[in-house]
């Protein structure tokens, strides 16, 4: 009879680890467009909006927005990069990609993602391997271009 109440055990360690496998997109929030293939920060020549783009099928949707940054607080990342001159970086773990980033397979297929990193406020080109974090921005304030 022990087996009956080891079942509700069960079960919530099972929901646990399938919460934690899951991680953040178990709890996604519906109100945020979720830029998975392209984002460019707003400069003047955007006209001070955010640039998005979203693919689910490889076809990329484009959109406008104002206001996008993930509600975790963290920027946008990428894995496995190389600076401007070609070397590996040193850091571990993922790499800040504050200034946009992009999916260009046919430029480089083995570092497809590029990052751009601001340094002193200038944009520098990194290549990456994957990405990690992606951009967010709210659907209320994004216009399909």
């Known amino acids: 009879m022990s087996w009956v109440r080891a ?4 079960f919530l360690v099972l929901v646990f680890l399938l919460a934690g496998d899951l991680g953040s997109h178990i709890f996604a929030d519906a109100n945020y467009i979720e830029c998975n293939y392209w984002w460019e920060r707003p400069t ?4 001070n909006r955010d ?3 979203v693919s689910n099928d490889g076809v990329p949707t484009y959109y406008t927005c104002k206001g996008c940054k993930r509600g975790d607080g ?3 990342s990428a894995d496995n990069c190389i600076d401007p001159h070609g070397r590996p970086l040193s850091t571990t773990g993922s790499f ?10 046919e430029s480089n297929s083995v ?4 990052c751009y ?3 002193a406020g200038v944009p520098m080109t990194y290549r990456c391997k994957t990405r990690h974090l992606h951009q967010r921005c709210p659907t209320e304030s994004c216009t399909k271009r």
């Open 74 to 76: 963290k920027s946008p």
């Open 51 to 53: 640039q998005c783009a």
């Open 7 to 10: 079942n509700p055990i069960f």
């Open 117 to 119: 990193h601001l340094e």
């Open 96 to 105: 800040n990609c504050d200034g946009g980033v992009e999916n260009n397979p």
């Open 111 to 114: 570092r497809p993602i590029i």
């Open 44 to 47: 003047k020549d955007n006209g």
